[in-house]
């Protein structure tokens, strides 16, 4: 028996590392035709491409070789393609490894496409990304969970690109493997730890700490702040505890835009700490925490969060004494965070909210909660003062202010951790003002010590609510502890530009906080880590910003959809985002019923929270329909749209019965929004998706253009002077846009929309652009190009690896970058090249947030708390040099390979040169020129090195 099960273990690790692709390695060619089996070609008869053999990767053998010599974005076909049909076949749910090796050459965007599809629904079945293969042999590895079945004979595994050029490939595989457990970042270490948690008592702030809302279970995001105080007044180990209490005229509230507009209050909330704790699985585990709130019956809860998405919880009853709660639990995954807090979702809402404090949370191995204790002897955080660490300032030589806090344990006899709570002096003083029934005052506290000489000896104070110790121990008092920890501060670049010790002196059983002015003298991004030399010790970097305010009333950047929270929007304003791509104006939320009164009191919340920040919303109108005035049948619908929250957009895509009623709806809406709004958009994607005129229900271009006309015409009749966005939303080589423009589509627009993701070259991505820009001058219509989607994503503190499997979808992992400062300089030169050719103005996308310790990539600009990544500060300092008012006037190549991107405002030029070739070359600055480095600090000197990384030139004229 032994033997027969080694045999099928065997058997079944072979099973699940078969080659699902028949001929992976391009060996076979029966016919001798010079076409590997099993192997063609696809694509739109004008793509001119021949499938052949050549040498294999490593010399040897053979790999294929699809060459593309004519191409033309004509059709959804228009692409240079080597596919296989029919030959592979993936089972719904379970995990797979596509590998191959590739190069390429004359590829203009330097992207490929590899996806696996279902032929008969055209959808793909969890594979969908891509890859930039460079001259050189290259492996590449993608991992997928199938989404759905997927039978061999419905299947297409196609690896395609959108030009001329040559790819090669060999080794192509394709296996079954186990699933696949993602590992969770940062990890708390829990060796050596009796407690995990790091500041569990609050002793060094707050840092760490964030919050949560079990009640917000949104796609785009939670609580993204720590919403809670510090307070001095009360605690159970320590001076201080976290207070957290709701106004309930001001509640914390959660805003998005789609599809259903959103504003929910916050009335169950949480304190989080940062950090992914590992745990063992069927081990039990105990959560302890110290919680009372300023009046009976609220209901406190204990909170695990689970690795694959689960949540664990436990109310509890409060009452107005502190009191230890606790919660043993067995995780059923490998990553765990933990929080406490209070839910006040079952309150009347006419009462007054209550307050909590927390302090001494603990989480343990074991069934019960042991002793409180710190997770160190000696524990340091790091703060600063600043909102998202971000500092504003028009100072040459800024600086950045961090907090350094400590706090070291104490201890009585040999090892036991000292709590006031329970200390033999707090016990006797109040067994000996009950027993005399002595009023209280802070004076008795004084003479009771000093008079019966209980030890430990302690210092008190009274108030209605009975003693309080104000300090411990003496003897432990009178003992210190000296510590000295490194910060060292690291740039864009990840250049180390600063490290300086501080010395601590740090009372036993109390907190030192030293504010410590770190001189870095240039604005940018700045990475601050402070060193202890307890390795164990977990403090976080700080991810810090260094901006200049930005002072423009416009801006040409922006975001689809705006961030949920206000404070999050704020920070985006101060550095140049000043635009919102807001969808709640629908048809259907404004006018629910035929003969309904219009209603923007649920759209008002949505535009306004953005103009009262002092932003700009574009109104878009994303749905032709509304549910009442569609002309889509469901049937039709369910036919060719198997997701169903896919077909409840599509029925609102269809075009309405009644276009004078969508006449009036559009007018209605600019009427009353013309003294807020100045900018509107005409519909999402249309044609070529669900979401609006989708072609694949039989709409046209002539419908999209009938519409856009009639909108057009109303929005110009009740606020003449608007801006009225039109176009397909896709990219400038997409023949949707071109066939828009041709037919006479901008007649009815004052800027054309594009959309785009892709973290292609952007010389390649470009050239359609210009030629685009090119025909709309010859057509006498070069009106403004709004790019109202952008994706650039980039992530060096990823959540959760390996984050591209995980992250966004299909359309966003094809603009994921490999670090953020590779992100941050392709936007840079991206938007320099598309400013250059007729753009405007460019909204990233999306205004969403994660929550603590998720996944928060698809927010661009912020981590938690309003961190900054390093697009912020090149945003920042893109915005304030290139602003709305200038205008492109010419190139000029200083170098082989070198070209600078002139734009002239007022009496200054400003030019964005770097190197094109990626080549870095010496450049001896023309007179009357001075340089800035990426984040806008001036480079002291007539000759620089000019390479990858784009850089600014200005000249007074």
């Known amino acids: ?106 590829i203009r965007t330097g992207m490929v496409r590899v996806a696996l599809v279902n032929t008969r629904v055209w959808g793909d079945v969890g594979l969908q990304d891509v890859f930039a293969p460079t001259s050189n042999w290259q492996r590449y590895e993608f991992f997928f969970q199938a989404t759905s079945d997927l039978p061999a004979k419905e299947s297409r595994l196609q690896i395609w690109f959108n030009s001329t050029g040559t790819l090669w490939l060999d080794d192509v595989e394709l296996v079954e493997i186990p699933a696949l457990s993602p590992k969770r970042l940062p990890q708390i270490p829990t060796e050596d730890a009796a407690n995990f948690l790091p500041n569990s008592s609050f002793e060094c702030g707050t840092a760490g ?158 069934n019960q909660p042991s ?158 880590q402070v060193l202890t030399p307890d390795k164990s010790n977990f403090c976080l970097p700080l991810r810090c910003a260094v901006i200049k305010p930005y002072r423009s009333k416009d801006s040409r950047w922006g975001m689809n959809h705006a961030y949920p929270w206000q404070f999050l929007l704020r920070l985006a304003h101060q550095a140049g985002i000043l635009w919102w791509r807001d969808w709640s104006v629908q048809w259907r939320t404004v006018q629910p019923k035929p003969d309904a009164n219009f209603d923007f009191s649920e759209t008002d919340i949505q535009i306004d929270r953005v103009i009262k920040e002092g932003g700009k919303a ?52 600019v009427r009353h929004y013309r003294n807020r709004v100045n900018a509107y958009h005409i519909f999402n994607e249309p044609l070529y998706t669900f979401y609006s005129l989708p072609a694949s229900l039989g709409h046209t271009l002539d419908d999209y253009i009938r519409l856009l006309k009639i909108a057009y015409n109303a929005i110009k009749l009740e606020q003449p002077n608007a801006i009225v966005i039109g176009g397909i939303g896709i990219w ?92 941050a300089e392709w936007l840079v030169k991206f938007a320099t090249l598309f400013f250059a050719k007729g753009g405007a103005k460019i909204f990233l996308h999306a205004g969403t947030c994660g929550e603590i310790n998720g996944t928060d990539t698809g927010s661009v600009f912020f981590e938690y708390g309003g961190a900054p990544r390093k697009i912020y500060a090149a945003v920042a300092a893109m915005a304030n040099l290139i602003s709305p008012e200038a205008q492109f006037e010419r190139t000029e190549n200083l170098s082989e390979g070198v070209t600078v991107y002139w734009f002239r405002n007022g009496g200054k030029r400003i030019g964005v040169v770097w190197s094109r070739d990626g080549k870095l070359r010496q450049i001896q600055l023309p007179a009357n020129t001075r340089a800035l480095d990426i984040m806008g600090n001036p480079i002291a000197s007539k000759k620089v090195s000019v390479g990858e990384t784009p850089i600014y030139l200005t000249q007074s004229t």
């Open 371 to 528: 002793e409180y204790r710190l997770r160190r002897p000696i524990e340091v955080m790091a703060s600063t003062d600043a909102l998202g660490n971000i500092f504003v300032t028009e100072s040459s030589k800024p600086t950045i202010a961090v907090k350094i806090h400590a706090f070291a344990d104490a201890t009585e006899g040999k090892g036991r951790r000292w709590r006031n709570s329970s200390s033999p002096t707090e016990v006797g003083a109040r067994r000996f003002v009950n027993d005399y029934r002595l009023k209280p005052a802070a004076w008795f506290g004084r003479w009771f010590v000093n008079n019966y000489r209980l030890k430990p000896v302690a210092w008190f104070s009274f108030d209605a609510s009975g003693l309080k110790i104000n300090a411990q121990h003496p003897t432990l008092n009178a003992q210190r502890k000296s510590l000295t920890v490194t910060i060292v501060v690291r740039d864009f670049f990840d250049a180390e530009v600063l490290r300086q010790t501080v010395k601590l002196d740090i009372p036993v059983g109390s907190n030192v906080t030293k504010t410590v002015n770190l001189p870095v003298g240039k604005f940018g991004f700045y990475r601050v």
């Open 209 to 366: 700490w964030g919050s949560y809302s079990p009640d917000l279970r949104w796609w785009m995001g939670n609580v993204f702040q720590l919403i809670g105080e510090l307070d001095g007044e009360t605690s159970v180990h320590g001076k201080f505890s976290l207070r957290i209490s709701l106004d309930k005229r001001n509640l914390p509230t959660f805003y998005f835009d789609w599809f259903d507009p959103i504003h929910q209050l916050v009335r169950s909330l949480l304190a989080a700490h940062h950090g992914w704790i590992p745990v063992n699985r069927n081990q039990p585990y105990t959560l302890s925490a110290f919680m009372k709130s300023d009046r009976n019956g609220v209901i406190g809860f204990l909170f695990v969060r689970q690795s694959d998405g689960r949540s664990l919880r436990k109310d509890f009853p409060l009452t107005t004494k502190w009191q230890r709660y606790a919660f043993t639990f067995t995780p059923q995954a490998d990553f765990i965070w933990v929080g406490a807090g209070f839910d006040l979702t079952k309150l009347e809402a006419n009462v007054n909210l209550p307050a909590i404090w927390l302090d001494a949370i603990q989480l343990e191995r074991g």
């Open 732 to 823: 400038a080589d997409n023949r949707w846009t071109r066939e828009f423009v041709e037919n006479g589509g901008l007649k009815f627009a004052d800027a054309l929309d594009l959309h785009l993701y892709s973290g292609g070259d952007p010389d390649g991505l470009c050239e359609p652009l210009s030629k685009l820009w090119e025909r709309m001058k010859q057509r006498g219509e070069a009106k403004p190009i709004w790019l109202t989607e952008l994706g650039c994503y980039a992530d060096d503190d990823p959540p959760i690896e390996p984050l591209r499997i995980f992250f966004g979808d299909a359309a966003m992992r094809s603009a994921f970058h490999s670090s953020e400062q590779v992100a």
């Open 1 to 106: 028996m032994r033997h027969l099960a080694l045999l099928l273990l065997i058997c079944g690790i072979s099973a699940a590392q078969m080659n699902l692709v028949p001929n992976g390695n391009f060996e076979r060619d029966e016919n001798g035709d010079g076409i590997p089996d099993f192997w063609t070609v696809a694509g739109a008869p004008h793509v001119k491409q021949q499938l052949v053999r050549d040498v294999g990767q490593d010399g040897k053998g053979f790999s294929g070789k699809l060459v593309c010599t004519e191409f033309g974005n004509g059709t959804p076909a228009s692409h240079a393609m080597i596919c296989q049909v029919g030959t592979i076949g993936v089972q719904r749910g379970r995990w797979y490894r596509l590998s191959f090796w590739a190069k390429a050459e004359g």
């Open 618 to 669: 574009l109104v878009l109108f994303p749905f032709p329909s509304a549910e009442w005035s569609t002309s889509g049948e469901p049937a039709q619908i369910e036919k060719v749209q198997p997701i169903a929250y896919r077909r409840q957009v599509m029925l609102l895509a269809c075009k309405p019965k009644d276009e004078k009623a969508f006449e009036r709806y559009i007018a209605e809406s």
